[in-house]
């Protein structure tokens, strides 16, 4: 999270996504901050403005990476590929990058291009709302704009190579108000025929070599791309199941689209188009078939028409409470790229019972309740008083606790009169009461009288607590059992009791345990350091040929899905499982279920065999 200063308290937020215009201009550099547009793992995306002279002054976005990120050298590389890939690419259907910088504070951040308007997501939620399908004009067009952004893309050009996106999909393709179609985030971008770190990319709209972790090449944007226009058609996706492929219903789509797209979604790279510029070249006669003169203005026609209180406030506040979706990533390094949520699935603290629980993300201090908010929580009625079965003994308890303060207070009052004043004669019934006869104390033996007096009686010895020794350990979330018993703490202190050693044996899970005797008789001393040593780490590596997706459990804990690359695994022997859930192969099915030795600082393969039935 960048530090970020006010620079006035009433700046105009200017036109763009909803937001509180009221809110406070900051700056990050030489960029006002205008507002913030949406919030991802890696970092978070601002409406910004770049002021000059003169009055002069340019919207744009500021993505910014998040500080305890930008300390890890993998990240940092990851957001500079996006900016140095992209700056390299001028297009009119590529947002250009502008610039990559690191402010004063050290946060390190990327400006690029804003577009004013939707995503070929929010168009499509648009229009399933209204129940209305996307012209086949306009499907086409669109598809047409984004083929020739990506055939620039993976054409080579001056001082650089051809470029694969790798993340085509409907919310990374953006429409601006002119009509104008514009491919966004080239987070994932990486050079043609480059081996890809595990599988990057959106699940529904990656092709398959992608997905195993292959390397990739233009074939693996042209099959985005084919997903990306069966949606516009359909409203539908084309592969509904993670990490299955199977071929998609063309019935309802023109006939004259069926080839281009079965090229475009064939499951082997060889059988497609072996760029986007070939796909466009396919399609261009079918465009001038069914979309001979449709252009921009005819599509933000279309979006004055779907979205005609401007498209932000039909999407909702863009401010502080918009998060990117989560990505399918395989691999040590999040990206900024995307992966697409279905329409149905719940998000994550919508559920009542769970409120509370995601309420307040980890490492933000929450605000403290108010009292309004006290009364009115969960169970209780506002202006109603707890009822419990404890209740009445918690009040009696209150009562026992305000008597015994009011003696106390009276005897602190009477310690504290002056030693000379009489007190108070006591009651009538007192004086006439008689007083009662003490009995006389019994008198000594002769035995005693001759040993000088009475005998005393034997007392017991006054019990001695045990002797103790505290133990600071490292790491301190160690646990620590004594004599196979588990230790409370921290803090944790041994009793040294009776006359036998004390067997210790503190564990962690990062570390060797270790195996200590304390002897009552030479105790050590006190407090008494006990350092584990480290474990070293192998790196796991699991794919599955045949199934995508496949989740892989280590020790009963999931590390995440095929293809899994350079896991880091603590050394020693785990049981490994990889299962396919029903989703992918129709039932559930355990693909691998072995023990496993991960030898440390080496790569530690393993293949897991079998797919759907």
Known sequence: MPRLRDSSANADPGPGPAGNPSQATREL??????????????????????????????????????????????????????????????????????????ADDGTLYTAMGWVDGPSLQLLGDRLRELDRPLELDAALFIVREILDGLAHAHSPGRDRQPVVHRDITPRNVLVDRSGRVQI????????????????????????????????????????SVGCVLYELLTRERAFTSEGVWMAPDLRSIPVQLHALLER??????????????????????????????????????????????????????????????????????????????????????????????VAVPIGVDADPATSDELTSAPGRRAGLPWSWPGAAIVGGAVAILALLAGTIGYVVARSERDPTERPPAPARADVDRPEPTPEPPPEP??????????????????????????????????????????????????????????????????????????????????????????????????????????????????????????????????????????????????LLDRSVQIRAGRPNKFTAHGGPA
Request: hydrophobic share 40%; net charge negative.
């Open 184 to 223: 966004v985030d080239f987070g994932i971008a990486k050079p043609a025929n480059t081996e890809a770190v595990g599988a990057m990319g959106s699940a529904g709209y990656m092709a398959p070599e992608q997905a195993r972790g292959e390397t990739v090449d233009p074939r693996a944007d042209v099959f």
């Open 29 to 102: 550099g030489k960029y006002q901050l205008l507002r913030l547009l949406a919030r991802g793992g890696m970092g978070e995306v601002y409406l910004a403005r770049l002021p000059g002279e003169l009055g002069f002054e340019k919207l744009l976005v500021v993505k910014t990476i998040r500080a305890d990120l930008a300390a890890d050298p993998r990240f940092v590389e990851l957001f500079a590929a996006e900016a140095k890939t992209a700056v390299a690419l001028s297009h009119p259907n590529i947002t250009p990058i502008y610039e990559l910088g690191r």
């Open 445 to 590: 033996t002769d035995s005693e009288l001759a040993d000088g007096g009475p005998v005393a009686p034997d007392l017991p010895p006054v019990p001695q607590p045990p002797p103790t020794v505290a133990l600071n350990l490292t790491p301190t979330d160690a646990q620590v059992t004594v004599d196979g018993t588990p230790l409370p703490g921290p803090p944790f202190v041994v009793e040294l009791a009776g006359d036998h050693p004390r067997v210790l044996v503190i564990r962690h899970a990062d570390h060797h345990p270790k195996t200590l005797e304390l002897d009552p008789m030479a105790p050590p001393p006190d407090p008494m350091s006990i350092v584990l040593s480290p474990l070293a780490f192998g790196q796991l590596s699991v794919v599955a040929p045949t199934v995508a997706w496949a989740e892989v459990w280590v020790d009963g804990t999931k590390l995440g899905t095929t293809p899994l690359s350079d896991k880091p695994v603590r050394e020693g022997r785990h049981k490994l499982q990889v299962r396919c859930t029903a989703a992918v192969c129709g039932e559930d099915r355990v």
């Open 264 to 357: 475009a979604l064939a499951i082997e790279p060889r059988a497609r188009f072996a760029d986007a510029d070939q796909f466009l070249r396919a399609l261009a006669p079918i465009l001038a078939e069914l979309a001979p003169v449709f252009a921009t203005r005819d599509l933000a026609a279309i979006l004055r028409e779907l979205f005609p209180d401007d498209w932000q406030s039909e999407a909702g506040d863009a401010g502080g409470s918009s998060h990117t979706p989560a990505t399918k990533l395989t691999g040590p390094v999040q990206p900024f790229a995307t992966r697409l949520r279905s329409s149905t699935t719940p998000e994550l603290g919508t559920d009542p019972e769970h409120a509370l629980a």
